[in-house]
């Protein structure tokens, strides 16, 4: 098994023993923006996967047939590789490591905050949304019709004509979504999460107090925000438990942060897993796997969800009883520090997360996908066999 990505990605990849292939020598990484979901930054989301398309379809037909590529195994937003498994007669699966996009107007779609209604106007809003996202893809669309036609495919008209036929994976488990999006056929399993590959970062243990422990990490890309950590650290530091800020390991450093309230633990990359062990509570962005881990040591989440899937996926925390979110335009430090108490003493949420936490516990995200994907690969080669078969009599 291959990787193909860009060349920012190799040091991971080959970190985790896995073969590195580069789809772009060219480029470097991808810019990021910190913002949220206004529409500038839904704008520069766009430009970005529509870029990633354009490198896919320049690169990858070329790159996987020297690879000798049999089937293709895609995020969600990859939106251009199913087009490429079409040209090259392969199979292609969607693997979403975010919560699914439905584009059918059942839930509302995950990049947006509001919760799932059976209501009309619900539905409606729903829909608009649905039908939002599909224009704002279009000039994506466009692009990869162009590739279409030239090598003689059909066109596409939909966005959810770029996920696989085959299967679409997510590791949000089934118990955190929306009542109705079960009917799309996304097959739900749990966290995507390999403990022999998960990095190990040192941490200063010897400075942890015998005071309850709160973790805070904003994820590893929409972490840029000053004044977020200042209020983290300042509802945080007259509560009686102990601070600790992990950076995500990007461009902010520990020794330029100072002068927080309460004194906090900062740290550039923090062993999670170990930390969530220990903590009472855990303020994150909403990033599904952060929140999926902190369900799974039955830690509840103050959800700050800042752009693309993670409005939907405090969504889906606030609906399952697990979290209480604040966006960020609104975070405060009262806000927060009512927050925090209230996920700490109400029992209702502890109730809730013991409730979520087996149905987490109990799936073993990684391997039920690579047995999906068995099957489904399986089931293709079958197909494919007998219909060649099938022409060959004919």
Not at 90 to 103: D, G, K, Q, S, Y
Not at 244 to 254: I, K, R
Not at 360 to 386: K, M, P, S, Y
Request: proline content about 7%; some cysteine; aromatic content about 4%.
């Amino acid at each position: 098994m291959s990787i193909f990505h860009l060349l920012a990605a190799e040091a991971a990849v080959r970190g985790a023993g896995l073969k590195f292939r580069a789809l772009d020598r060219k480029d470097r990484g991808t810019s990021t923006s910190s913002g949220s979901m206004r529409i500038a930054h839904w704008q520069e989301t766009v430009r970005l996967v529509h870029e990633h398309a354009e490198r896919t379809l320049r690169e990858a037909p070329a790159v996987a047939t020297q690879a000798n590529v049999q089937a293709i195994v895609a995020d969600q937003l990859d939106v251009a590789a199913g087009t490429v498994a079409e040209l090259l007669a392969i199979p292609h699966i969607t693997v979403c490591c975010a919560p699914p996009t439905v584009l059918d107007g059942s839930v509302p779609p995950p990049y947006f905050s509001w919760a799932h209604q059976d209501t009309l106007f619900a539905r409606l809003r729903s829909r608009m949304a649905s039908t939002w996202i599909h224009l704002a893809l279009a000039p994506v669309l466009k692009t990869i019709n162009r590739y279409r036609d030239q090598w003689g495919l059909p066109r596409v008209h939909t966005a959810g004509q770029l996920c696989s036929k085959l299967a679409m994976i997510t590791q949000l488990p089934g118990v955190l979504e929306f009542p109705g999006a079960r009917a799309s056929g996304v097959m739900y399993t749990g966290p995507f999460r390999d403990d022999r590959a998960a990095s190990k970062p040192s941490f200063p243990w010897q400075r942890l107090d015998r005071r309850p422990l709160i973790y805070a990490s904003m994820g590893t890309v929409r972490n840029k925000d000053p004044r977020a950590r200042r209020v983290i650290a300042e509802a945080c530091a007259d509560l009686g438990h102990q601070l600790v800020v992990s950076l995500g390991g990007g461009s902010t450093l520990p020794e330029d942060i100072d002068g927080l309230p309460g004194s906090p633990i900062v740290v550039d990359d923090a062993p999670q897993s170990a930390l969530l062990q220990r903590s009472a509570l855990m303020i994150n962005s909403a990033g599904l796997s952060s929140s999926l881990e902190a369900i799974r040591h039955g830690v509840p989440i103050v959800a700050i969800p800042v752009a693309e899937d993670q409005p939907g996926v405090a969504a889906r925390l606030r609906r399952a009883g697990v979290a209480l979110t604040i966006p960020r335009r609104r975070l405060s430090v009262p806000r927060l520090t009512a927050a925090v108490v209230e996920l700490i003493t109400n029992p209702t949420y502890h109730e809730a997360l013991r409730r979520c936490r087996d149905a987490v516990a109990r799936r073993n995200g990684v391997e039920e996908a690579v047995n999906i994907i068995d099957r489904c690969l399986a089931t293709r080669a079958r197909t494919h066999n007998f219909v060649t078969a099938a022409r060959i009599s004919a």
